[in-house]
């Protein structure tokens, strides 16, 4: 794993999404270089999937909270509002 890589992991889901928005609006500005560009889409890339990947852990932390153990075959509409 790349030292970038680690410091992806370490950053919250606010924190990597901002840093990837930023990305975008630099790339779509065409600013600076090609080789910047590449990087920047690299560590765009490396940010998304960090995004997507604290996403399904919410998702299923929610399923979870949702659906206990033994309530798999329960209907929850009726209790949502």
Do not use: W
């Not at 930023?22 to 998304?48: C, F, H, N, P, T």
């Not at 960090?50 to 033994?70: N, S």
């Amino acid at each position: 794993m790349t030292e970038q890589s680690n410091t992806v992991e370490a950053l919250s889901f606010e924190e990597a999404l901002a840093e990837l928005e930023q990305i975008v609006g630099r790339l779509e500005s065409g600013q600076g270089s090609l080789d910047d560009a590449i990087k920047a889409y690299e560590r765009g890339s490396d940010l998304k999937k960090h995004c997507q990947k604290k996403l399904d852990e919410a998702r299923m932390k929610v399923e979870k909270i949702r659906l206990p153990e033994g309530d798999r075959g329960v209907e929850t509409s009726e209790f949502e509002s």
